[in-house]
């Protein structure tokens, strides 16, 4: 009889091979090193999911697109970059992932494009979703500890999509963010931020965030260069770009009192950031739970496309209350049935696993 490889010896068997097949892709290795690393008690709980090679079909997409993306600049001249698109798992429906234009774009980073303007059959709050999502993701975990997010201070960075979203469900839940910042530095508005005035900034003039401070008067300044991780506050919503959340900014924030921090960005905290976290028991909600919001409003839009209706905003937003509230309540869930009661990460990445492997093996 043939002995089956222990759990540990399986997830480091994986962790090679895909490294060795997705050479220089660091940012996609730490996303499959993270859900692995939790793997472990389901893998010695259900040996099955370790049988029929899902893992390594989990860990491969299904497809990868490369294209070319021709455009023109300001001076007239036509500039060729590449376009990517991955494919990774349809076990659920259809894939989702979002859209990004950036400098620093690759393989290893892209996430499928989803999501439509109005005109084309959009769905109404489907910009402010994953912003929005976030900020209740946080409240639901500071409800859990039995605490309110209303009346806190929030350290919001970036200044995009996802952070004027999540600034504007902050100040209707009662909290108070008092932080904005792209590329150049950060902003500090001790009388909480103008989102009239930043979105004129950013979505209009489409400026620097300085400019912003230059125009909000005396509760207001900018710090070139700087983190939002020095100001301190009772919850933090990094909302910027991958790993702008290190070790440094992680003891800070802690330093400073936060309470909760919960990832608006996609992998916005190092591994160590994260852990830091965890053993200093601040709440801690990992993006792909806390920042679903906006593929659970794509799921939402389809459903309002296949029946050929429009719902109104509010009812849009109540069901994204409810999914999100049922996405923490999973989380929480699956955490305390395997041994890690707060821990939402293992929750988030085991729950999540659990859906995919039972859809693959179905």
Known sequence: MVSRPDTKTVLASLRTGIERRNPAQPEFHQ???????????????????????????????????????????????????RGFR?????????????LRFHPSVDLGIVKS??????????????????????????????RERGEDLAGRTAVVSGSGNVAIHTIEKLTALGANPLTCSDSSGYVIDEKGVDLELLKQVKEVERTRIS?????????????????VREVPAGVALPS??????D???????????????????NMPATPRAVELFREAGVAFGPGKAANAGGVAVSALEMAQNAARTVWAPQ????????????????????????????????????????????????
């Open 240 to 245: 910027a770009t991958q790993n702008e959340l």
């Open 315 to 362: 009812r849009v937003e109540d069901e994204l209350a409810r999914v999100m509230n049922d996405v923490h309540t999973t989380c929480r869930e699956t955490a305390e049935r395997y041994g890690a009661p707060g821990d939402h990460v293992t929750g988030a990445d085991i729950a999540g696993f659990e859906r995919v492997a039972g859809a693959m093996l179905a």
């Open 31 to 81: 996303a499959v090193h993270e859900v692995l690393e939790t793997l472990a008690p389901v893998l010695a709980a259900r040996p099955e999911y370790a049988e029929p090679g899902l893992l390594e079909r989990l860990c491969e997409p299904e497809r990868q697109i490369i294209f070319r993306v021709p455009w023109q600049d300001d001076r007239g001249r036509v500039h060729v970059n």
């Open 247 to 265: 070790e440094d900014d992680a003891a800070a924030l802690i330093r400073n009192g936060v309470k909760a921090v919960s990832e608006g960005a």
């Open 113 to 142: 494009l989803t999501g439509k303007g109005r005109q084309w059959g959009g769905s109404a709050i489907r910009p402010e979703a994953t912003g929005y999502g976030n900020v209740l993701f946080a409240a639901a975990m500071l």
């Open 211 to 227: 400019v912003y401070a230059e125009r909000r008067g005396a509760s207001a300044r900018f710090v070139p260069g700087g983190r």
């Open 86 to 98: 991955v494919e990774f798992n349809s076990a659920l429906g259809p894939y989702k992932g979002g």
